[in-house]
């Protein structure tokens, strides 16, 4: 049974930098995408950002290139660099990954706190 792992997630101040991680437990045999959702306190899940098999991504458009997406097919991991952190984007962060048949795995979120 495949698990999505997250790390990285913590508390930082404004205008600081993390990079989340998220790994598949086991074996995923094909990806066809990656990513991240948020959600922020009171609010719907939102995405993120995804990273599809050919490499091409999307943000949402509260990012405004603050945040970089990649992914390790390989490895099953995918990754979100967060630079220019801003107390709005506290939130829990979960990633998924899109694999056989559509089927998305999730994670469990891991919790971002940005805040002085």
């Known amino acids: 049974q495949v698990q999505l792992v997250e790390s990285g997630g913590g508390l930082v101040q404004p205008g600081g930098s993390l990079r989340l991680s998220c790994a598949a437990s086991?074996?995923?045999?094909?990806?066809?995408?990656m990513g991240w959702y948020r959600q922020c306190p009171g609010k719907q899940r939102e995405l993120v950002g995804g990273?599809?098999?050919?490499?091409?991504?999307n943000y949402g458009g509260f990012v405004k290139g603050r945040f970089s997406i990649s992914g390790d097919n390989a490895k099953n991991t995918v990754y979100l660099q967060m630079n220019s952190l801003k107390p709005e984007d506290t939130a829990v962060y979960y990633c998924?990954?899109?694999?056989?048949?559509?089927?998305?795995?999730w994670g469990q979120g891991t919790q971002v706190t940005v805040s002085s």
């Open positions: 998924y990954i899109v694999g056989p048949g559509g089927y998305v795995y």
């Open positions: 086991g074996r995923i045999s094909s990806i066809y995408g």
């Open positions: 990273i599809n098999s050919g490499g091409s991504t």
